[in-house]
């Protein structure tokens, strides 16, 4: 992709999350556009944040470290992809939010490493939905009990759920599942839990980010429609 196709996709993008607002009635400032640069180069960040995005979300810890380093301007890092505990300390005080928290000893090891920089860190409890074997998540019904955990570590602030759900050609055959995740933030946002907030729903992608939003979506993680189709691994 050249510079001028990414930021001419980025404008796209943007109006196509206005447009989708607008049609639920929601306030286009309450979602969020999460640029998704994983496997793509650090001039292709720049790119973007030279056409005024400033948030951008990566999978792969060696390659966003190495990626961060190169990219001189003030973006906003989040960790969306399946996280190693022992990888966490490579994103301390790199990353401002981690959309992938599942398992207690994961939010474990990440409050021990913000505590080293006595910060906290915004998270993300990655809910899999559908059960499928081959994602990361917690299983729906064991979300709460997890939550509350995590309520008690004070390095880490939970800021809402986030899902990868199945993938369907219809963007429409998704929405049942985006709409699970937001009855699942609803209650566990009733269990009013201290220091846990229930505001951020991280749901839908390139091809699905509008039903998303119809669903409550705050932030959307788009990143073959901006950057182009990645190499598979
Ligand atoms: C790669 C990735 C995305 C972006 O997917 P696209 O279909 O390219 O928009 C979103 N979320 C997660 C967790 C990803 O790993």
Partial sequence: MSIQDIQENLRMIRERIDQACHDC???????????????????????????????????????????????????????????????????????????SVDRLSLAREINRQWERIDERLEVLVQVNLAGEQSKSGVAPQEAPALVRKLSELPHLRVRGLMTLPPFFEDPQAVRPYFRQLRELSEEIAGLDLPGVGMDELSMGMSHDFPAAIAEGATLVRVGTAIFGARETP
């Avoid at 390659?63 to 906003?76: G, R, S």
């Fill in 25 to 99: 009635g929601r306030d286009p400032h309450g979602v969020r556009l999460v640029a998704v640069s994983k496997t793509k180069p650090a001039a292709d960040v720049l790119a973007a944040f030279a056409a005024g995005q400033k948030l951008f979300g990566e999978s792969y810890v060696q390659e966003f470290t190495d990626k961060a380093e190169q990219v001189e301007a003030p973006v906003e890092w989040h960790f969306i992809g399946h996280l190693q505990s022992n990888k966490a300390k490579y994103l301390r005080g790199r990353v401002r939010m981690i959309h």
